[in-house]
């Protein structure tokens, strides 16, 4: 597998380091390389960092040394509110965000993954393309660049072994496995700090107060079994296994639950200063990142998720099971427009584009 990855990660940047950059490239190189500092909460190792890392080459060697992205991986910049501050106060220039980080720049980006909205990447695809207009001017408007945009992988409900609940009111009980909505308020649940989405789905459920968690907090809580803990996520494979999740649960159920986005971001101010041939290099590199990750990621999802399948319990919904999913996604996507939390015509342009 490690080697498999490699040969990606230097297919990638032969793919980054094409023509349409090298015409653009400085003609006399620069004695220290100016930075451009990034941040990302993916780790160095995983498939999200080796493309990011054969994207940093690629503009180091097309700018012939005079500038250089200096990521900084696994949340070292901090988590993505952290970033998006940090760009705004001039302190990084850009980062790699999911739809948590993108949201606080743009609210109604979360639209792109609305639990439900789209069952396949085609479909995915279709709708980004029909609104990226919209998006590239309010992340415009906000004061930051889009260079590209990616994917997380497809959503999946996991959760760990359903022991039995000694706090609970009734002796002996049992957690049920999850199945339906209504099983989740037996677990302890959470959201990502600032995930809109998650939070608004909870509240749907009955679940008054729900607790908000940074990605980073994830690990240690899945992995303890205290009142700080929680057993079950809502992740894409891919993340689960390469942010090291997967090994603490024991279930996973069938039912895609949506799709996660994410894209590439830069200050505007900053990007608007760099040189011509610079910002010519950043967009073209960073746009085949974007385009090259896209693929590489769908694949590994895929192959993570056929992984959990063997290794884990699958919980297989029956037909009434799913469409009590799918009453509530839909219940949640029409609370997520009436209450504001996404733009009346976004949320319009992308159901419009799902066929919703």
Do not use: C
Not at 120 to 139: C, E, S
Request: aromatic content about 8%; cysteine-free; charged content about 25%.
């Amino acid at each position: 597998m490690i080697r498999k990855l490699a040969i990606t990660a230097l297919v990638a940047f032969a793919a980054l380091v094409g023509p349409a950059a090298t015409k653009t490239a400085s003609a006399d190189p620069a004695p220290e390389a100016k930075k451009i500092k990034v941040g990302t909460l993916a780790p160095k190792n995983s498939e999200w960092g080796k493309y990011f890392s054969a994207w940093a080459r690629a503009v180091k060697k097309e700018t012939n040394g005079a500038y250089e992205l200096e990521w900084s991986y696994n949340g070292s910049a901090g988590d993505e509110a952290g970033m998006i501050g940090g760009m705004r106060s001039g302190a990084l220039h850009g980062g790699a965000l999911t739809a948590t980080g993108l949201s606080s720049i743009f609210p109604s980006v979360v639209a792109l993954q609305m639990p439900g909205l789209v069952d396949t990447w085609d479909q995915l695809d279709k709708v980004r393309k029909d609104a990226r207009g919209t998006f590239d001017a309010a992340f415009d408007q906000a004061g930051f660049k889009i260079l590209g945009w990616g994917d997380v992988g497809i959503g999946h409900v996991m959760f760990r072994d359903p022991l039995n609940d000694p706090d609970h009111p009734e002796k002996g009980y049992k957690k049920p496995e999850i199945r339906t909505p209504a099983d989740l308020k037996a677990y302890n649940t959470f959201y990502i700090s600032g995930d809109a989405v998650g939070s608004k789905f909870l509240e749907t459920l009955g679940i008054s107060s729900p607790r908000a968690i940074s990605v980073p907090a994830i690990l240690p809580a899945i992995s303890g079994r205290d009142a700080s803990s929680i057993d079950v996520i809502t992740t894409p494979a891919i993340a689960a296994e390469q942010l090291q999740w997967a090994p603490n649960v024991t279930h996973v159920v069938d039912m895609p639950v949506g799709f996660g986005i994410g894209a590439l971001v830069m200050n505007k101010k900053f990007y608007g200063e760099l040189p011509d041939n610079i910002r010519t290099v950043i967009e073209t590199t960073g746009k085949n990142t974007s385009e090259l990750l896209t693929t590489a990621i769908r694949a590994k999802d895929q192959e993570a998720w056929t992984e959990l399948m063997r290794t884990k319990k699958v919980v297989k919904l029956t037909d009434a099971e799913k469409a009590q999913w799918q009453a509530k996604f839909t219940d949640l996507r029409k609370v997520l427009k009436t209450e504001g939390k996404i733009k009346g015509d976004v949320w319009d342009a992308v159901t419009k584009a799902a066929g919703k």
